[in-house]
């Protein structure tokens, strides 16, 4: 499905009607001719000052009541390539002073991709390189009950990629009923302003999208790559 543009509004997906209605994504069969509607969230955070990475545990309030599942969406310039920089999310009233605090993370690694955090290692659903001074808008949709996320990343080339599928909250973190903070920062020993953070909205989100993996058994034969 295409995804379409408006100026200080954020796109949160092609509906049934203009108002409520039902999501159709990717997955859904239409049997019919039908007008889909694209509906919209307003960018409050389009005041949202820029937030440079830093070299603490500094962070910015996001505000309480974010519980349930929440979807935020943000974009993210890194101005070095192949650098350590992550990204945290928490609780609003969770100690942020350590790597192993934050359950949601997400990261430039050195060798040029982004990675997330899945239970006791960073990983990546897909490969996604990024380059430096290219913008990426990030959607990280959270499922607070099940301590589940998914990470998509979307670049200049509009193209949204699966980074993270289904990701458990960090092992050994500490445990939050909702999202309430972002910090930015480098790695240990990581100068501050390597990467800046725009435009950070946080909303109510829907279901946890499930992905499922197919592996092909030849048996006995051979199964081309493609």
């Known amino acids: 499905l295409p995804t379409p543009t408006r100026a200080d509004y ?3 997906g092609w509906y049934t009607e203009a108002i409520g209605g039902t999501p159709v994504t990717n997955q859904t069969i239409i049997q019919e001719d039908m007008t889909l509607y694209a509906q919209w969230t307003e960018i409050a955070g389009s005041v949202w000052e820029p937030y440079p990475s830093t070299a603490n545990w500094n962070s910015v309030d ?4 974010h519980t349930g599942n929440q979807t935020i969406e943000f974009v993210v310039t890194p101005l070095e390539a192949k650098q350590d920089g992550s990204i945290f ?3 609003q009233n969770t100690l ?12 430039f690694f050195t060798n040029g991709y982004f990675e997330a955090r899945n239970g006791g290692s960073y990983m990546a659903t897909n490969q996604i390189a990024y380059e430096a001074n290219e913008s990426y808008t990030v959607t990280v949709d959270i499922d607070l009950e099940n301590k589940k996320y998914n990470v ?6 509009g ?6 599928a289904g990701f458990d909250f960090r092992t ?3 445990q939050i009923t909702d999202i309430g903070k972002v910090c930015a ?7 501050e302003g390597k990467f800046v953070i725009e435009d950070l909205t946080i909303q109510a989100g829907s279901e946890l999208e499930v992905f499922h993996t197919v592996t092909f058994n030849a048996n006995g034969g051979s199964v081309s790559p493609d």
Not at 96 to 107: K, N, V, Y
Not at 152 to 157: A, E, K, L, Q
Not at 185 to 191: E, L, M, P
């Open 10 to 12: 954020r796109f949160t």
């Open 62 to 65: 996001l505000g309480s009541g």
């Open 89 to 91: 999310f928490t609780g």
């Open 96 to 107: 942020l002073s350590d790597w192993g605090h934050a359950p949601i993370a997400i990261r």
């Open 152 to 157: 998509y990343v979307t670049g200049s080339d």
């Open 159 to 164: 193209e949204k990629q699966l980074l993270a």
């Open 172 to 174: 050994g973190a500490q």
């Open 185 to 191: 920062r480098g790695g240990a020993g990581v100068a």
